[in-house]
């Protein structure tokens, strides 16, 4: 099983910031890696998936880059929708299909 | 466009099995395989199987193996997901999501989740 670990666990930020979230693989997953956000009850929806292209209607200050074991989501200059839970997903080699334990954005 | 709708909430006994359904609209349904992703509370995004909505075929996790079931109706567009002997930490949110894109394994598209709570 892929494990993927995400940090910081927190991250405090003022709106306008440039905010830079970590995901590592415990193994290569290539680029076959997804970004979600998640707001207090509401369903995931997706950022990113092939590590690097943006969901359709997903903002350009969201950006995913990287390959093989590190990735990184950035997000330009924090909006205040933006403020939400981050999760990255791995679908290289599944079953079973996993998912990071999340990064949360929250106001400084 | 697409949308997934989740059966409503429930309240079911340790030992006692449940069925959500998902049902899709928006697309052709046979040309996208469906996850279910439960989420506890306060925890993270956890992956509980995947089913084929073209011929059913099915993969599911270790930890679940024999304890849930997956199934789909093409004539309604639904897909169902049966957990049995349920436990106090099966308690959480039932999330079907849709493949992105043929084949692909990451989700777009997300039911608006169904709550599943295990009490005595």
């Known amino acids: 099983e892929i494990v993927l670990t995400q940090s910081p666990a927190t991250l405090s930020v003022t709106p306008g910031e440039r905010v830079t979230l970590s995901c590592r693989a415990s193994?290569?997953?290539?680029?076959?890696l997804a970004w979600y956000q998640q707001k207090p009850g509401q369903a995931p929806r997706l950022l990113i998936h092939?590590?690097?292209t943006r969901a359709t209607g997903i903002p350009a200050r969201f950006s995913g880059s990287g390959s093989g074991t590190e990735f990184t989501l950035t997000i330009s200059s924090l909006q205040s929708e933006d403020f939400a839970v981050y999760y990255c997903?791995?679908?290289?080699?599944?079953?079973?299909?996993?998912f990071g334990g999340g990064t949360k954005v929250e106001i400084k | 466009q697409v949308h997934l709708v989740q059966s409503g909430a429930e309240v079911k006994k340790p030992g006692a099995s449940v069925k959500v359904s998902c049902k899709a609209s928006?697309?052709?349904?046979?040309?996208?395989?469906i996850s279910w992703v439960r989420q506890a509370p306060g925890q993270g995004l956890e992956w509980m199987g995947w089913?084929?909505?073209?011929?059913?075929?099915?993969n599911y996790p270790q930890k679940l193996q024999g304890r849930i079931t997956m199934t789909t109706d093409t004539s309604t567009s639904t897909t169902y997901m049966e957990l049995r002997s349920l436990r106090s930490d099966d308690t959480a949110v039932y999330y079907c999501?849709?493949?992105?894109?043929?084949?692909?394994?990451?989700?777009?598209?997300w039911g608006q989740g169904t709550l599943v709570t295990v009490s005595s």
């Open positions: 999501a849709r493949e992105g894109r043929y084949s692909s394994s990451w989700y777009g598209y």
């Open positions: 928006g697309y052709t349904f046979t040309n996208y395989g």
């Open positions: 089913i084929s909505s073209y011929n059913g075929n099915t």
């Open positions: 193994q290569g997953v290539s680029s076959n």
């Open positions: 092939g590590a690097s």
């Open positions: 997903q791995q679908y290289y080699n599944w079953p079973p299909l996993t």
